[in-house]
């Protein structure tokens, strides 16, 4: 069974700070790794998809990591700004007969103090 | 492009009651999925289907039905409402599950608490 582990599960810096996320997972036969963003009482918003055959992604501020063989991700956010304060969550999405069962890790809040 | 609707946002049922969660995308999506999220449990996959006609359970299916007789409607229905079931559901699609570049969309959410 796929297990993801988000750590740590919350994080507060300083606003300009540079920060990294981490998520692993256990299987890594996965057709992609897909970052979100939740606001308190809010839904889910995809920030970044990475492919099992990509190493990286960047959108903005935003970059990415995949590295498959050791079952890691990680999410980079740079300049960090009060408007980065959410949970940050990762899923991995299974290949083949798996592939809607998409796993969640719990989650990492993230603080950004003025 | 209304994305993932989801209605509705707020429910109270007592225990017992039936109800349907509705979900819909207007994206010619094949994979539609529910989730839970509960304090300190994460989202957890309910039930899941990878086309219209094809549905199959996820990790807590008990207590839920659902079907998938459009591609744009997935439903979800609670039998007989426990305090358990009290939660927040999400849906989310992907235009496929088979493919790593789909980005899974999700609505925003149903608030459910049963007394």
């Known amino acids: 069974k796929q297990e993801v582990t988000q750590i740590p599960a919350a994080l507060s810096v300083p606003e300009g700070e540079n920060l990294v996320l981490n998520c692993s997972f256990t299987?890594?036969?996965?057709?992609?790794l897909q970052w979100f963003r939740q606001d308190p009482g809010k839904g889910l918003t995809s920030l970044l998809l990475?492919?099992?055959?990509?190493r990286e992604q960047t959108s903005g501020r935003l970059n990415a990591s995949l590295d498959k063989s050791s079952g890691r991700s990680t999410l980079y956010i740079a300049a960090s700004q009060p408007g980065d304060s959410a949970t940050y969550l990762c899923a991995v999405r299974p290949r083949d007969t798996n592939a809607g069962k998409s796993t969640f890790g719990d989650g990492t809040t993230l603080t950004v103090k003025p | 492009n209304a994305g993932v609707t989801q209605t509705p946002k707020f429910q109270v049922l007592k225990t017992g009651q039936s109800m349907t969660l509705q979900c819909a995308q207007d994206m010619n999506h094949e994979y539609m999925s529910w989730y839970r999220q509960d304090p300190g449990m994460g989202l957890r996959l309910i039930h899941y289907?990878?086309?219209?006609?094809?549905?199959d359970q996820g990790e807590v299916p008990n207590g839920y039905n659902v079907s998938r007789s459009t591609t744009e409607d997935f439903p979800l229905r609670l039998l007989s409402a426990a305090p358990s079931q009290t939660s927040v559901y999400f849906c989310a699609s992907s235009y496929s599950a088979f493919s790593g570049a789909n980005v899974l969309t999700f609505g925003a959410g149903s608030r459910l608490t049963v007394l």
């Open positions: 299987d890594s036969a996965i057709y992609n």
């Open positions: 990475i492919q099992s055959s990509q």
């Open positions: 289907s990878v086309g219209a006609g094809i549905t």
